[in-house]
């Protein structure tokens, strides 16, 4: 039985590029496809970059796709490149065209004129604004894996990592591959079903970011409009500790935004965290829940050690009257995946830690339909 050119079209049309999420058929991948008398298939795919780095995994699912069929004997593939018209034209038909959204980013005063698709009315896209008064309190460290336990419940997820400064969310994460460019649209890294874009994809190893307010707000707003994020359930914002430039800066790019504030239990970062929650009111952003993480710590003889205090959290969530939404232990392994890149909740979901930042992201997404959200805003002195 001789296979035909269209039965192996229609194998390869289920294909996707992984970065793009988009059939290799439909977004013009798939050059050219040949048949010998003999059952060889030849197929040329044009990769959208010189030097992509998922070549192999695209290979590996072109063979797969196609090698089963009835009379394939076997599957050359060959590769070519996309040119910069082709690329050009696949970024307007994925991202759109940044002329086009011109007037629209000036209508919302942003300073290049381009719109914060988030922002935009009809956006199914739920930003969260995961923030702390104060650093070292493991905010990062939720916000990695909140992220990959979303993912691993079926929701479409990105990461902003908006602590510029700080920046950890790509180690955290695993995300060591850089950014794909296609004209200008930045393709994220992703890892555990979590797409993730900072700017430590961009500073050479050890060199600090120096920079002042100008510069961070352009970083912020390319981020949101320059990355393709393909319309997330749920975009994660990974804030930097306090109240200073950043965090206004994403006030206004993101109105629809979710606060949630980490704490510990102690009493003086709680105060502090409380500072957070003051400036979200400031700006007219809800703050939804508190995450208190530190809470305790279990010794080997099975025993509770409450280090850092007890009841900052609850009495955080209290005074501004919104949930708990969880208290997590200071365990090893959550440490350690945050080190080496092996985020708790991917890969021990039924770890003490991993199963409460599972349940907390199944309470997050219970409302996925985006809607006017109202709170009740702290009241500050």
């Known amino acids: 039985m001789s296979v035909t050119r269209e039965q192996v079209v229609d194998a390869l049309r289920p294909v996707e590029d992984p970065e793009l999420h988009r059939s290799i058929v439909d977004i013009g991948m798939l050059r050219d496809v040949t048949i010998s008398p003999d059952g060889n298939i030849g197929i040329l795919i044009a990769l959208t970059v010189a030097g992509c780095p998922l070549r192999n995994e695209i290979s590996n699912r072109v063979n797969n796709a196609v090698a089963p069929l009835p009379g394939v004997a076997k599957v050359n593939l060959d590769f070519t490149v996309m040119t910069d018209d082709e690329r050009a034209e696949l970024r ?3 991202h759109g065209d940044p002329a086009a959204t011109a007037g629209q980013g000036q209508a919302h005063g942003h300073a290049e004129g381009r719109a914060i698709p988030f922002a935009q009315p009809g956006s199914k ?6 923030s ?3 650093g070292g309190v493991g905010k990062s460290s939720v916000t990695t894996n909140l992220a990959v336990a979303l993912a691993a419940q079926g929701h479409k997820v990105g990461v902003v990592d908006a602590d510029i400064y700080g920046f950890s969310i790509p180690r955290m994460l695993g995300a060591d591959r850089d950014p794909v460019v296609i004209d ?3 393709l994220p890294p992703e890892s555990y079903g979590v797409r993730c874009i900072s700017i430590g994809y961009f500073v050479p190893d050890g060199q600090a970011v120096v920079w002042r307010g100008p510069m961070l707000h352009k970083a912020l707003e390319q981020f949101l409009t320059d990355v393709y994020w393909d319309e997330p359930d749920f975009l994660l914002i990974d804030m930097p500790p306090g109240t200073g430039d950043i965090a206004l800066s994403l006030s206004q790019y993101l109105p629809r935004g979710e606060v949630f504030v ?6 003086a970062a709680q105060k502090v965290a409380r500072l957070s929650a003051a400036m979200a009111e400031k700006v007219n952003l809800p703050v939804k829940g508190v995450i ?3 809470s305790w710590f279990t010794g080997d003889d099975g025993k509770k050690y409450e280090l850092f205090g007890r009841g900052g959290g609850k009495e955080l969530a209290d005074e501004l009257g919104v949930p708990l939404l969880g208290r997590l232990p200071l365990v090893p392994q959550l440490r350690e995946g945050g080190d080496d890149g092996r985020p708790i909740a991917a890969i021990a979901p039924d770890s003490e830690a991993g199963k409460i930042f599972h349940q907390m992201a199944a309470t997050i997404a219970k409302d996925m339909k985006p809607k ?3 709170s009740k805003f702290l009241k500050v002195n």
């Open 292 to 294: 208190e993480n530190m």
């Open 184 to 186: 200008r649209m930045l």
């Open 125 to 130: 896209t739920r930003p969260l604004l995961i």
């Open 92 to 94: 307007t038909k994925l």
């Open 372 to 374: 006017k959200i109202f």
């Open 262 to 267: 980490v704490t510990t239990p102690q009493p």
């Open 132 to 134: 702390s008064g104060k």
